[in-house]
């Protein structure tokens, strides 16, 4: 069974930083690409960041040069490190399994097969 579990999420300071993971089982990592999205209500679901089979990387503007993604493969877990976090990061943030492994269609969300639940990140002023 394909799983994707979320952890890290929680409150922090303005100018903080969290630490995101995202734990996959029912499957490897190593050849799927894993895309973080975050949601607000009454705004359309954001982009944040990809890491593709080839380990490549790609993030959307709002948290370039703030945030950085990686993975462990033998944890079989992506792990999206949030530095200079601002208010409008505050979002429940997702990630999801993009099969093919190359993160194309990655900010339009296409192409991701499973999603995890979510988790909470709060920034406050």
């Known amino acids: 069974q394909v799983q994707l579990v979320e952890s890290g999420g929680g409150l922090v300071q303005s100018g903080g930083s969290l630490r995101l993971s995202c734990a996959a089982s029912?499957?490897?990592?190593?050849?799927?690409?894993i895309g973080w999205y975050r949601e607000t209500p009454g705004k359309e679901r954001e982009g944040v960041s990809c890491?593709?089979?080839?380990?490549?990387?790609f993030y959307g503007d709002s948290v370039k040069g703030r945030f950085l993604i990686s993975r462990d493969n033998a944890k079989n877990t992506v792990t999206l490190q949030m530095n200079s976090l601002k208010p409008e990061d505050t979002a429940v943030y997702y990630c999801?399994?993009?099969?093919?492994?190359?993160?194309?269609?990655?900010?339009?969300?296409?192409?991701?097969?499973?999603w995890g639940q979510g988790t909470q990140v709060t920034v406050s002023s």
């Open positions: 890491i593709n089979r080839e380990n490549g990387t």
């Open positions: 999801a399994k993009e099969p093919i492994g190359y993160c194309s269609g990655w900010l339009w969300h296409l192409g991701f097969d499973s």
């Open positions: 029912g499957f490897s990592l190593e050849n799927t690409g």
